[in-house]
């Protein structure tokens, strides 16, 4: 069991810090997974507390989900009505609390329905994710297991990667992008890699406990034709109830134009979503040293300290580069695994197991 002191720690930074809740407005809490309720129910008592006049809790569970696709038809997938645009449009901030209890449950269904409701949903999260908004995960045996951990060593992980000091981190992430958003191509090279990105003039964004909890990055989006060469990312993932040990994907002029895995066709499945599923909408490079290893979980994966991750699909708002899709995946790679050196406009500045640039230092 998750000690109540962490988790009432945890709530007040996802409250009060993560989402900023003020007196009068309207919150949603969202859990998916029953699992969910510790956390759900310490984030209701910190809300209420702030002076919140409304909090809506929801959940949901992979097994409705389930009999939901095995049974609807298209029109029911389909199917959103304006008074529920109305209730998105009406809360002020929303938390996501991911707590699954079989995250495989849902690893029988046609993706092509899977792709349709997340289409006819896609207006909704548009608008929930234009208000303040907060994603963590709270700790279960499912989880545990995924990440090949026992289940209070996974609580401690999950508890401690997440109640940073997160103004401390944003300075030190500050410093970082104050030398990278100089910075107009980036070339990775490694194990089977070797690929250049353009960022010149993108901007970079700090993540320091507002949008994520583990947080722990700075990200951009890449010039949508300015990606070319081959990466292999090489941390193992989870996406869309899909098991990757490996992604290895040859792009030509910001397209994948080649993709290979243990997974193939799920991976091509996912490619094939939508015009934009087959380019990049993120780049970031992650810098939480709470993670050391890879969990299988995306959430606390791409955050892992001496790694980069980038995410077909949509790209975010803060940071565009014209690219849309109902895909958000972030592929990681570790440098450490890879054998990698990272160069900034021809320049050297990491190497194998460190940054070799003086400015860089302070991230070692």
């Known amino acids: 069991m998750v000690d109540k002191k962490k ?10 810090y993560s989402i900023q809740v003020k007196k009068g407005e309207k919150i949603l809490l969202r859990g998916y997974g029953f699992d969910s309720y510790p956390l759900i129910k310490e984030l209701y008592r910190e809300a209420i507390k702030a002076g919140a006049i409304q909090v809506d809790v929801r959940f949901s569970h992979d097994e409705l989900s389930k009999i939901f696709f095995d049974y609807a038809n298209e029109q029911q997938m389909k199917y959103i009505s304006d008074l529920d645009k109305k209730i998105a449009d009406s809360y002020d901030a929303m938390v996501q609390v991911l707590s699954e209890e079989n995250p495989y449950e849902l690893s029988g269904v046609n993706i092509k329905k ?11 999260s548009d608008i929930l994710h234009k208000k303040r908004w907060c994603l963590l995960a709270y700790p279960n045996l499912a989880s545990a297991a995924m990440s090949h951990k026992r289940l209070d060593e996974w609580e401690d992980f999950v508890i401690d990667t997440c109640v940073l000091d997160w103004s401390k981190e944003e300075k030190k992430q500050q410093k970082f992008i104050d030398v990278v958003s100089k910075v107009k191509k980036i070339r990775i090279v490694g194990d089977e890699t070797d690929l250049e990105v353009l960022v010149k003039g993108q901007k970079w964004i700090t993540c320091c406990g507002k949008r994520n909890l583990p947080d722990g990055e700075i990200f951009t989006s890449p010039i949508r034709d300015g990606v070319n060469g081959i990466i292999k990312y090489n941390v193992p993932t989870y996406y869309q109830s899909h098991n990757f040990d490996w992604v290895k994907l040859t792009l030509k002029n910001g397209k994948v134009v080649k993709e290979e895995s243990d997974n193939k066709k799920a991976l091509t499945e996912i490619l094939n979503t939508d015009k934009g599923s087959r380019h990049y909408g993120e780049f970031a490079f992650g810098l939480n040293d709470k993670v050391k290893e890879a969990t299988r979980q995306i959430l606390f994966d791409e955050k892992m300290g001496k790694s980069l991750h980038m995410a077909l699909g949509k790209c975010y708002d803060e940071c565009p580069n014209g690219n849309d899709s109902n895909v958000h995946w972030d592929l990681i790679f570790n440098f450490k695994w890879a054998d990698a050196e990272i160069y900034f406009d021809g320049k050297k500045v990491y190497s194998k197991t460190k940054w070799v640039d003086k400015k860089l230092s302070f991230l070692n």
């Not at 899977?114 to 909704?124: D, F, I």
């Open 114 to 124: 899977l792709h349709v409701a997340q289409k006819a949903r896609k207006p909704l």
């Open 7 to 16: 988790l009432q720690k945890l709530a007040d930074i996802v409250v009060n």
